[in-house]
């Protein structure tokens, strides 16, 4: 048994390297496009323009109410079924683009509400003292509410992209090979190793120390921002 | 200010909406107005999606995209090699390349498969699929080419006392979602659980969560057994025997010149060569 082990672990490790890469890729794409995207709805559904704010809210409700799962089989096949048109393209990087597609626009979403709650948390006495003091409305927010929200949302912040993590794997519904898919497949057969669990257990590894080094980036960054003291 | 800014984004949201249906909306009528004209010109027949012949799409965009799943003999990759091969896989290089057309091989979820087809993200599954009546129903398909038959597995200590399908009656068993063993299994009124893949049915009997699975042959001498990760288990009874074809869009002529390179394979021997290659020279139908 441990000697198949050893014999199987560098194999089984180079399969699990190359699906991680793909979690990767698509953990970080997710972040560069949500982050942005989060700050732009939450401006949307803060607007006091009515119909902005109540077509940015629904369709909030709407991602965040569905399952991401789900989000990601529409994404990927509507086009292709319902339009008659694979817009995505074939093989691993039409599915890849589609899954990213689908977690930027779900965990923006996400941000967005987190982001409110921060700009919201900034006492309104603030606001009202950059007006005093002439500042434009976005001078205000820049210089004034920015920072401050920053710091109120990385606790939140770090509790959603850790889940983010995770919530990649679901991409496996498309078929996507990222390291869970990678892992599943010693299960059947792959690399000439078939019938093997523990490669699928192993992946949890992989998981564990990456949500790990975020954790300290985020528990310094927060001692970074602990100069406000509000 | 404010409201300038909320202006602005409500013309954004718009735009983005606007110009994300209008590509589509692009992207969905050229390919699909050549191809339709091309159809007019090659058949004379307008029916459906029969009207728009697949053959002149995939020749169109020279590739001949190939839904699989990791399926030794069928379709795999060695040790250390990135290219798929195997019967079904080597069979299908020789395919396209008789169309001309290069060919590209997609791993998919085999639940997916249908929408996979129907959404153009393949043109064909080609993976030892079963030719059961909901295939045959859904999908053009070929000819069948290769016997099988759904076996049940389960702990090679017990396999004596559970040699006939009669003898597990009492058993719970796992089966996968949607496939033909689970069709066996209501067949022949076992109780069961549905997993989402044949390797996870096999998990179960390993981990003792399901007494009996039920796979294909093929698989089952490729997975249980000595050798392999689950040599405590084994497989017994035969519940049935049935047919593998290859599976195209419904309406689809590419079925045809499967059939017509199949039996052309057949008759020069390359066939049963790539069968003999893979170890399935049994299950060939000639």
Known sequence: MFANFVEQFPTVFNALNLGFIQTLKLFFVTLVGAIPLGLVISFGSMSRFKPLSALVKTIVWIVRGSPLMIQILIIYYFPGLMLEKNIWGTGEGGRFIACSAAFIVNYACYFSEIYRGGIQGVPKGQQEAGQVLGLTKSETFFKVTLLQMIKRIVPPMSNEIITLVKDTSLSRIIALQEIIWAGAAFMKSSHGISGEMWPLFFTAVYYLVFNGVLTVLFGRLEKKLDYFKV | ?286
């Open chain 2, 1 to 286: 200010m404010k409201k300038a800014l909320a202006i602005i984004l409500s013309i954004v949201t718009v735009l983005t909406c606007v110009t994300v249906l209008a590509s589509c909306g692009d992207n969905g009528k050229n390919p699909s107005d050549t191809t339709a004209s091309g159809a007019t010109e090659a058949d004379g027949t307008t029916e459906g999606t029969a009207a728009e012949s697949d053959l002149a799409y995939v020749k169109g965009k020279g590739k001949l995209v190939v839904g699989i799943t990791d399926f030794a003999p069928m379709d795999y990759k060695e040790k250390d090699s990135d290219e798929w091969i195997g019967f079904d896989a080597d069979m299908a290089k020789a395919f396209a390349k008789s169309l001309g057309v290069e060919v590209e091989f997609v791993e998919i979820v085999w639940d997916n498969k249908l929408a996979d087809l129907n959404g153009k993200n393949i043109d064909c599954v080609w993976n030892g699929m079963t030719l059961t009546e909901d295939v045959k129903a859904k999908m053009e398909t070929s000819k069948p080419y290769c016997t099988n038959a759904q076996v049940i597995v389960v702990p090679a200590d017990k396999a004596e006392q559970y040699a006939t399908a009669e003898a597990c009656k009492e058993l719970s068993f796992a089966v996968e979602n949607g496939s033909a063993g689970k069709d066996m299994a209501v067949e022949n009124g076992f109780k069961y659980t549905e997993v989402t893949a044949q390797s996870d049915a096999v998990a179960e009997v390993a981990s003792g969560t399901s007494d009996a699975a039920i796979i294909d042959l093929l698989m089952a001498g490729a997975m249980v057994g000595e050798g392999t990760g689950f040599a405590k288990l084994t497989y017994t009874a035969k519940l049935n025997s049935e047919d593998y074809g290859v599976g195209f869009r419904k309406g689809s002529d590419l079925a045809a010149a499967l059939n017509d390179f199949f039996a052309a394979s057949l008759a020069d021997g390359s066939m049963e060569k790539v069968a003999t290659q893979y170890g399935v020279q049994e299950s060939l139908i000639k």
